[in-house]
């Protein structure tokens, strides 16, 4: 009897062990599509480093039921940096004008621009003012670049309209921006282009309706001239730049919807045969 209580307890500690490095430390996530193409492969599972910005604290009973929480983290040993691949909570979760936590829903992509950038692109290449490094997959942005140039990109279902759908910001996904990523603190002054250009953020903020009557902002019924942001925003991008639902199109990701970062693959499993492509596993993302 007191052998099976033993065996009983240990297996009681290692789930609870397990339990605390899923929260506070380590996660895993399998891939499901190809927009991180070549870094990461449909069917590759990646462990996310939640140490990295620090593991988030918050009602999970709450925001499975789709009600507001706030998050925290526990502290971080470092920041998100550009190039590096996180692991999110998709932030528009019902429609792309409403930012919203939704546990069910997690995408991986770059981040290519942090709180404080300027980011813009042109002939489809990403850029942040005063940063010379690379920043996406390149390769890929040549070549959307080549298609558009051609007339092609209606042949390949290439959708070029990106955010934020606004008539006083025409966008495209290859000539975007220039796009200031608020920083935490950040106080910009309201006008009806940065009306446009930060509404989802400052109402998701606020849980208040932001409009727009001539050149007059308005914050629910109150009129204001400048806004201070609580939040960091990020601009994430899929390597795979034909076939990736990305900040081109949706905008900003605040940062308490941010997991982690993607570190490595610990297993790669070929969705059309089943096999495990051994050469990928324990593999370093990069």
């Not at 009600?67 to 920041?79: A, T, Y």
């Not at 942090?114 to 996406?136: M, N, Q, S, W």
């Not at 390769?139 to 008539?167: F, T």
Request: proline share 5%; glycine share 8%; aromatic share 12%.
């Amino acid at each position: 009897m007191d052998k099976f209580l033993n065996l009983f307890l240990i297996a009681c500690g290692v789930v609870v062990v397990w339990i605390l490095l899923q929260v506070t430390s380590i996660a895993t996530f399998k891939i499901p599509t190809d927009s991180m193409e070549p870094a990461l492969l449909a069917g590759d599972n990646i462990l996310v480093n939640k140490w990295v910005m620090g593991a988030r604290i918050f009602n999970i009973g709450d925001a499975l039921e789709r009600k507001e929480v706030n998050i925290s983290r526990l502290p971080g040993l470092e920041n998100i940096e550009r190039n590096d691949i996180v692991v999110f909570n998709f932030p528009y979760p019902a429609q792309w004008d409403s930012i919203g936590l939704n546990l069910m829903s997690y995408y991986v992509k770059r981040c290519v621009a942090l709180p404080g950038d300027t980011f813009e692109i042109k002939d489809a290449h990403y850029r942040v003012r005063g940063c010379e490094t690379p920043l996406g997959n390149v390769e890929s942005q040549d070549a959307l670049m080549r298609l558009v140039a051609n007339g092609w990109e209606k042949d390949y279902g290439i959708v070029m309209s990106g955010y934020p759908y606004n008539g006083l910001v025409d966008w495209d996904i290859v000539r975007f921006g220039p796009l200031y990523l608020p920083a935490k603190g950040d106080e910009i002054g309201m006008n009806p282009k940065h009306a446009a250009l930060y509404r989802n953020a400052i109402e998701w903020e606020q849980k208040k309706k932001l409009s727009v009557r001539g050149d007059t902002i308005l914050l629910n019924d109150s009129v204001i001239h400048d806004y201070r942001f609580k939040e960091n925003y990020y601009f994430v991008a899929g390597d795979k730049v034909m076939n990736s639902q990305d900040s081109r199109y949706w905008g900003l990701l605040p940062e308490p919807f941010i997991v982690g970062k993607a570190v490595r693959i610990w297993k790669s499993v070929d969705r059309d045969t089943g096999d495990i492509r051994w050469n990928r596993v324990f593999k370093k993302i990069r």
